[in-house]
């Protein structure tokens, strides 16, 4: 697996967790944000709005990087791609004795 600290993602202000699209070794293409936004989404986690009369203040998530979201120190939750995706992840996360980010 590729190392993620610089993918984006979106960190929702709601409930403090940042989420990001966990592909495994497969690249990502450039909508992948459009992606993970309509998943979170579809999960009651976001809702979609109009962007008309509205400030940065008022959207209620954030697009950042998974580095950036270490660095805040906030909870990062992984959206598989597939069952097969979190089924390695979850092996490589049990296998490593330094995190699944140190590589």
Do not use: C
């Amino acid at each position: 697996m590729t190392n993620k600290k610089h993918q984006k993602g979106i960190w929702i202000r709601s409930n403090k967790t940042f989420y990001y699209l966990e592909s495994g070794a497969l690249l990502l293409g450039l909508n992948h944000l459009e992606r993970l936004k309509g998943t979170l989404i579809s999960k009651g986690l976001i809702k979609s709005h109009s962007f008309e009369r509205i400030t940065e203040r008022d959207i209620p998530y954030k697009y950042m990087t998974v580095g950036e979201a270490q660095e805040a120190e906030i909870t990062i939750q992984p959206i598989f791609l597939s069952p097969n995706v979190k089924k390695a992840w979850q092996e490589r996360k049990a296998d490593s004795k330094d995190g699944l980010w140190s590589k």
